[in-house]
């Protein structure tokens, strides 16, 4: 399985995003794809994931983490995994990774990682 991450860049304080992932190769028909996040300095954390269903959902559970921000969504059809982000601010920047599995979290296969970067 390949996983093509995109979407990242520079945004403002307040901004939004919206990354996807496309896989491809190996297609099962059940699944997991999930968002982490790497910044500078700090082990990569783990952001939010959902099956490829799209009914469960899972969003990281810290008190630095606003989950009301973050929203996961899955196109089964196009094998593609969405993050849509709001209200982004400077903590937000990092490096997004996908990932995709047949366990959750998924942790099988990874994106090459796409960067957001929030400017205060």
Same mark, same amino acid.
Request: hydrophobic share 30%; net charge positive.
């Given at each position: 399985?390949?996983?093509?991450?995109?979407?990242?860049?520079?945004?403002? +304080?307040?901004?939004?995003?919206?990354?996807?992932?496309?896989?491809?190769?190996?297609?099962?028909?059940?699944?997991?794809?999930?968002?982490?996040?790497?910044? =500078?300095?700090? #082990?990569? #954390?783990?952001?939010?994931?959902?099956?490829?269903?799209?009914?469960?959902?899972s969003? %990281?559970?810290s008190?630095?983490?606003?989950?009301?921000?973050? !929203?996961?969504?899955?196109?089964? %059809?196009?094998? !593609?995994?969405?993050l849509?982000?709001?209200?982004?601010?400077? #903590?937000? +920047? %990092?490096?997004?990774?996908?990932?995709?599995g047949?366990?959750? =979290? =998924?942790? #099988?296969y990874?994106?090459?990682? !796409?960067?957001? !970067?929030?400017?205060?």
């Amino acid at each position: 399985v390949q996983l093509q991450a995109s979407g990242g860049g520079l945004v403002q +304080t307040g901004g939004s995003l919206r990354l996807s992932c496309v896989a491809s190769g190996r297609t099962d028909s059940s699944y997991f794809m999930g968002w982490f996040r790497q910044s =500078p300095g700090k #082990e990569r #954390e783990f952001v939010a994931a959902i099956d490829s269903s799209g009914t469960k959902k899972s969003y %990281a559970d810290s008190r630095d983490f606003k989950r009301d921000r973050f !929203t996961i969504s899955i196109d089964n %059809a196009k094998n !593609t995994v969405y993050l849509k982000m709001n209200s982004l601010n400077p #903590e937000d +920047t %990092a490096v997004y990774y996908c990932a995709r599995g047949s366990r959750w =979290p =998924p942790s #099988e296969y990874w994106g090459q990682g !796409t960067q957001v !970067t929030v400017s205060s």
